[in-house]
Structure formats: C-alpha cells, structure tokens
C-alpha cells in the first residue's frame, strides 16, 4: 500500500473497520528501531503505516498516560464518570437498561420504593400507544438525570481543576504516539500486515458486488 496516497479520513475510515482486539505488538519490537524520515513524503507515510500497524499499543499508551492524569486529581475520576454517565444516558437503551437494573436491585430492599421508580404507564390513542414515548430512569424523566449528573460534574471538575490535567495528559499521550509513528521504521512485519489488510479490503469489496 503506497501510504503516501491514503488521505487521513481514509486512514480513520480503516481504523475504524479494523479488528482492535488484536493483542499490542511486542514491547522489543514497538522500541526496535528509530530513524529520521528523510523527505515529508516519507515522513507522511511512515507516519500512517505505523499509526496503523502499532494502533493497540498507542491506544494503550494514551490511556496510560490519562490514567496517570487522573491519579493526581482523585475527583477528576468521579468528575469524568458522571459525565460519561449524563452522556450515556442520552442513548435510549442504555438508559432503560440502567432503569431496569437499579429497579431490580432496590426490589429487592424495598418493594414499595420499587414501585414508586416504576416509569408511568404509555398513553394510548385510539388504542394504540403513543408515538411520541418518553425516556424515564427510575421513574422520572431522562433529562432530569442528565441535567443533574451533568451539573454535578461540572462543579467537580471546577473544584478539582482536573480538565487541565487530563487535557495535558491527553495532550502528552498524543505528542508520544506522534513522535514514535515519526520516527520508528517500519519493518517488514508492518509492510506485510498492511498488505494482508488491503487485501482483505479488496476481497470484502469483491464479494459485495
């Protein structure tokens, strides 16, 4: 594959396609080899072919590298769990299988406050129920949740000042990842990998016809 041709949202495109639970390559050969690319054309390439073959061991770097971040700012964690969790609750079958959960567990401690989190009953038109049906967790609407974990986090992230910290963090999991693809040599394994994958990309695209 002549990486000098492959624009960067064809490369995300095949990053996003690609099997990420392939185990990351070994430790001995992600700290082989270093040189400095001798044009910009061999830098571009050399920059996405590695991108591409080392993509489980920067995403392991990268999350590294945050974890190590929130390590100094303890409410950070609490912070960027809230606020995972308000965005997590805009999807419509995550936020009922939530519900449906905590319900579960409260039944099982109070059967009477199990009832009150029930959502209320789907209006019906003309027999028929209602289009329009709104989310509820634990018995009350979705935006209520999401409005206050929302709330909540962003105070938390104020008082511990943990954005700061994670965006230098994420910002020094991504120089790292930049300047290993930039200066690791690509070796024969990488050239190989990739041209097994362009040629499982031409097989998909064969057998779609």
């Known amino acids: ?20 639970s392939s185990p990351p390559r070994p ?64 999807n419509d079958s995550f936020a009922g ?15 009477h406050l199990a009832a009150k989190m029930r959502p209320p009953l789907t209006p019906v038109i003309r027999g028929r129920p209602s289009a329009k049906r709104a989310i509820y967790i634990c018995g009350r609407p ?6 206050i974990f929302s709330f909540v986090s962003f105070i938390l992230w104020f008082v511990s000042a943990g954005l700061l910290t994670v965006l230098w963090a994420l910002a020094i999991g991504l120089l790292a990842t930049i300047l290993h693809a930039s200066f690791r040599t690509p070796n024969l394994k990488a050239r190989l990998n990739t041209f097994r994958e362009e040629f499982r990309a031409v097989w998909r695209n064969y057998s779609d016809l």
């Open 142 to 147: 979705r935006f209520v949740f999401v409005g």
């Open 97 to 111: 299988t939530f519900s449906e959960k905590v319900t579960r567990t409260v039944r099982q401690f109070s059967p």
């Open 27 to 90: 430790m001995s050969e992600f700290f082989s080899r270093f040189t400095v690319p001798r044009s910009s054309s061999k830098w571009n390439s050399r920059l996405k072919c590695n991108l591409y073959y080392y993509r489980t061991n920067y995403f392991i770097l990268i999350v590294s590298v945050l974890i190590l971040g929130f390590l100094r700012r303890p409410l950070a964690i609490v912070a960027a769990l809230l606020t995972a969790l308000s965005i997590a609750f805009l």
């Open 1 to 20: 594959m002549d990486w000098g041709n492959v624009t960067a949202e064809d490369l995300i495109d095949a990053l996003r396609e690609v099997d990420w």
